[in-house]
């Protein structure tokens, strides 16, 4: 269905089939929108933090704002932009990859996104009544003792929208295991597809350090218990474990799908075979494994004595080792090719020498004793920023480049897309790499002024002059999406000279996405017929009715009761009036799992008629 | 050979002349020029790192270049196919060894240091300092020397001298970046580290983990002082007169307006239990005011009146009775005249 015949239906139908579709292509497009807007939303915040440290002891915004503000930036960016994003681009492009038609909970993807998308606006209604102030790390006893009701609602924004991530994740997980196309074995599988299936088992594990972490916090904050106050026998380190425990994978849970992304766009551009499949694999899970053992690298300073931070120095460095066999593969890809340079390519081409001063910088951090002069400062922002940005952001511009045209069925400007990148690319640097020496030269992070005359101008000043170049970026990556949906050519099925799955189906594919599931006959499997044999999948089935599950308003409206339900625990510390929402919320998210338990819903058939009658 | 030799010296200058062009900060306060044992250990593993570090990027950068020049899609080339080659066992051994060996030559000393670095055992026969963090200024207490301060610590040079820190409330960072690495001052479990400086001189310290909305305004000043020098400093804070009359009328009048008020209810002058507020002994010489203002009257009458505007979320705004401006520079004229030694930061400084 293309864009311009889902508008013919009228608005209305056009919302209401975005609020109850189970599709996987749409659940896409409603994470890349909604984690688009978060992006923005964070990158505003970014720019204000750097025109607030233009120049010393600036009063661009006050101290109180100025903590709203890196602690709203860190939080969005994190859990509202790239993660939604990355999800949505699992979502688009996976059940491709692999030969299914959908995920295998629909109703469960909704309800995921959903969840995450209240959880979103939870935290961000903060900015009307006081944001939470505590950084996006929370540290207790700053975030149990921080006053009014901010930190409440990053605890129920988080805990509504962590929900929603964990089932995200499981259901990529059982997808992967179960509905892999005839012949689509896992050492078969893109890349992109493992880094989703090994991400996904990260969300697994670490999210539920974060939920108990954030319900800990929320007891402490809303219902008078201890777990972090030291006066009453409590233990306020114990939270920084927590969330180090889920924090520390979650940077994988990150990384690693970029990892996944450039290792599909590399052999697409270059005509080349991935260079060192299985041990790009071993490489993937290993980094994965050992992502859970270094989180207390984050806790060099909290003075945990020499035998745990030599241990988790050690073990931080031995995550280089895998990383290092990625970059050299990637590399080796390139190496004898014949190499397309796009939109798509400048971008992962970019994350080569960035990624790597971001990994550079990590294996600095990670030697403890050089570690008490880091920790906190800006080099820690600069090493993450390299790391995210270099890494996760430039992944998944690259991902936006290489799928739009599959997502949306329309291609994206090229003039406008170098244009976004090249000022986007200098920017970052500008903005970031000087802020490796500011750390050094004493500036610790989260520090709502710099004082005159301790030599911290100059640096601070380039820093914030490659914030406008992002913007400047940004926007013109922005106005290029508006265009292509407004006039934006229409796509080919397979643009790019594909290898793998999702380039065999039309753009954007059909609802059911494979007429017949398709046969694999190996890694790069279109690519394997176009080389070997007719440039077509041969199919595994007779073409037969398809089953497909119906749309559905109850992900949303659970949600919503969720939602709710939030405000009313938020404000029950308050007034009694608020359990009247607590209860009334909860009723609504509860009525709606009972509604969906009994009521059966078979879905329905694409009938062998219907799909004859459709062109190929 | 020759080429590859080349691209490396190429990089390094590159990287040296960034670290010329944007100057290693200000003196005392920077990291890049340690200037005591802790600040040195992290330098030598910053630098070694740094180096090992430069040289992977410059073998990655070479062969980056030198496939985006030589493999780019040939004019007249559009339908070559290249070769799919699946992988090759004796490059992806190369490639995973040699990181390992790298690593291996960063891990030991890194080991070595950490050790290092967390000895405590001549502790007992150190000078050792109490360090208690406040939202947002710090309290010392010398340890069997029965008198405390606030914000300015004085310490001998080359002597190893060690700070137990806690916190009264949310978590601080103890950081001296020209003498030693950080530290977390929690409010549980007790840490400890030493400073051994090796040069007199006045130097920046800062609160490194976000502690509110003063977090960056929490600096305090490690002076460092010769032996004599710090034994003169002690023996006469030791000596404190909490009653001592001023010198001046105007100064004796802030001196009652200072006991009017019950200032003393959260400020000891002189050694004392009471620390809801910094001590005020010694106030006169002060580095600073309130860890980041220039210590002169206007600054502190400023500060009587209105603390919040110079140091927002302090404890102080909204808990003493207001002031008009006659009595604040009538106070601020007693606090400034509070002198209590000849040692200061000039003594550090010749």
């Known amino acids: 269905m293309s864009i311009a015949a889902t508008q013919k239906k009228g608005v209305g139908a056009f919302i209401w089939e975005y609020l109850t579709t189970v599709d996987h292509k749409k659940i896409a497009h409603l994470y890349l929108v909604a984690g688009g807007f978060f992006f923005l939303l964070g990158g505003l915040e970014a720019l204000i933090i750097r025109i607030q440290l233009i120049s010393p002891e600036n009063d661009f915004i006050t101290a109180g704002l100025y903590n709203e503000m890196i602690t709203m930036h860190g939080t969005t960016m994190i859990f509202f932009a790239a993660m939604p994003i990355l999800l949505g681009l699992m979502n688009a492009v996976m059940p491709l990859q692999i030969g299914a038609r959908d995920v295998a909970f629909p109703f469960i993807n909704s309800l995921g996104f959903w969840l995450f998308f209240f959880g979103g606006v939870m935290l961000n209604v903060s900015w009307f009544t006081g944001a939470p102030d505590a950084g996006w790390t929370a540290y207790a006893p700053l975030s149990t003792t921080s006053p009014g009701h901010g930190v409440d609602y990053y605890i129920l924004g988080l805990q509504i929208s962590g929900a929603g991530t964990l089932m995200g994740g499981i259901n990529f997980l059982v997808t992967i295991v179960n509905m892999r196309a005839p012949g689509m074995t896992y050492m078969r599988m893109p890349l992109f597809t493992w880094t989703t299936f090994i991400a996904s088992t990260l969300i697994l594990f670490a999210f539920p350090a974060l939920t108990v972490g954030l319900f800990l916090l929320m007891f402490d904050r809303m219902f008078g218990s201890a777990f972090f106050d030291v006066a009453l026998g409590g233990n306020s380190i114990i939270w920084q474990h927590l969330f180090w425990i889920f924090g520390h994978p979650e940077v994988y849970i990150l990384i690693l799908p970029a990892f996944g992304i450039f290792s599909d766009i590399f052999p697409t551009f270059a005509k080349k075979r991935l260079f060192g499949y299985t041990a790009m694999v071993f490489a993937t899970v290993l980094i994965a494994f050992l992502g859970f053992m270094v989180w207390a690298h984050h806790m060099f300073t909290v003075g945990m004595g020499p035998f745990a931070n030599s241990i988790f120095a050690i073990a931080t460095m031995a995550i280089a080792v895998p990383t290092g066999i990625k970059i050299f593969n990637w590399l080796l890809t390139l190496w004898g090719g014949s190499i397309t340079i796009n939109s798509a390519m400048l971008w992962s081409l970019a994350f080569i020498p960035s990624f790597t001063i971001g990994g550079m910088t990590g294996i600095m951090v990670a030697a403890s004793v050089a570690d008490y002069q880091y920790h906190d400062t800006y080099f820690v922002i600069a090493h993450f920023h390299y790391v995210i940005v270099g890494g996760v952001v430039f992944g998944i511009l690259a991902a936006l480049h290489y799928w739009w045209p599959k997502m949306f069925g329309r291609v994206l400007n090229e003039f406008m897309g170098k244009l976004a990148f090249w000022t986007f690319f200098i920017g970052f640097h500008l903005t970031f790499f000087i802020q490796h020496f500011l750390g050094l030269m004493g500036m610790p992070r989260r520090y709502w002024v710099f004082l005159e005359d301790q030599g911290l101008d100059t640096g601070n000043y380039i820093s914030t002059i490659g914030a406008f170049f992002m913007t400047f970026g940004v926007l013109v990556f922005l106005y290029n999406a508006i265009y292509s949906w407004v006039k934006g050519e229409k796509a080919p099925a397979d643009p790019w000279g594909g290898r793998t799955l999702e380039w065999a189906i039309p753009s954007p594919p059909p609802f059911y996405n494979f007429k017949q599931l398709p046969l694999v006959r190996g890694l790069d499997p279109l690519w394997i017929e176009k080389t070997e044999g007719n440039g077509k999948m041969t199919p595994a089935e007779p073409l037969g009715d398809i089953h497909m599950p119906n749309n559905s308003i109850i992900p949303f409206i659970m949600s919503l009761g969720f939602f709710i339900a939030g405000f009313g625990f938020i404000y029950q510390t308050d007034y009694n009036a608020a359990y009247i929402l607590l209860f009334g919320g909860m009723a609504i998210a509860l009525g709606s799992m009972l509604v969906r338990s009994l009521k059966d819903d078979h879905g329905y058939h694409i009938t062998k008629e219907e799909l004859e009658r459709e062109a190929d | ?350």
């Open chain 2, 1 to 350: 050979m020759k080429g590859w030799m080349g691209k490396i010296k190429a990089l390094s200058l590159l990287g040296f002349l960034a670290l010329i062009l944007s100057g290693c900060g200000k003196e005392n306060l920077t990291a890049l020029v340690p200037k005591g044992y802790g600040a040195e250990v992290s330098m030598d593993l910053i630098i070694l790192t740094t180096v090992v570090m430069l040289v992977v990027f410059a073998v990655v950068m070479a062969i980056f270049i030198f496939v985006l020049i030589r493999f780019r899609k040939k004019k007249g080339q559009e339908d070559f196919i290249p070769k799919q080659v699946e992988g090759n066992h004796t490059l992806e051994t190369v490639w995973t060894v040699i990181p390992i060996l790298l690593l291996i030559i960063i891990a030991i000393p890194t080991v070595l240091a950490t050790f290092d670095l967390a000895d405590e055992t001549e502790a007992s026969d150190s000078i050792n300092i109490d360090v208690t963090g406040y939202q947002f200024w710090w309290h010392f207490d010398y340890q069997g020397e029965d008198f405390q301060t606030s914000q300015d610590i004085y310490i001998p040079v080359g002597e190893k001298v060690y700070f137990n820190m806690l916190s009264s409330d949310v978590i601080h960072y103890f950081w001296v970046p020209s003498l030693s690495g950080k530290l977390d001052v929690n409010p549980e479990n007790e840490n400890t580290f030493y400073i051994e400086a090796y040069e007199e001189g006045v130097y920046w310290g800062k609160c490194a983990e976000f502690c509110g909305p003063s977090h960056s305004l929490m600096d305090f000043k490690v002076i460092v002082v010769s032996k004599e020098e710090y034994e003169q400093w002690v023996a006469d804070m030791k000596n404190v007169d909490p009653d001592e009359e001023p010198e001046s009328a105007v100064a004796v009048e802030g001196k009652e307006l200072f006991q009017e008020n019950n200032c003393m209810g959260c400020h000891a002058i002189g050694s004392s239990p009471v620390q809801t507020g910094p001590n005020l002994t010694n106030f006169g010489n002060r580095e600073t005011l309130a860890g980041v203002e220039d210590l002169d009257k206007d600054t502190l009458v400023k500060w009587l009146l209105d603390p919040e505007e110079i140091k927002p979320g302090n404890k102080m705004t909204d808990n003493y009775p207001a002031l008009n401006k006659e009595d604040a520079e009538k106070i601020a004229e007693y606090l400034l005249q509070l002198k209590h030694t000849d040692i200061t930061s000039e003594s550090a400084e010749n």
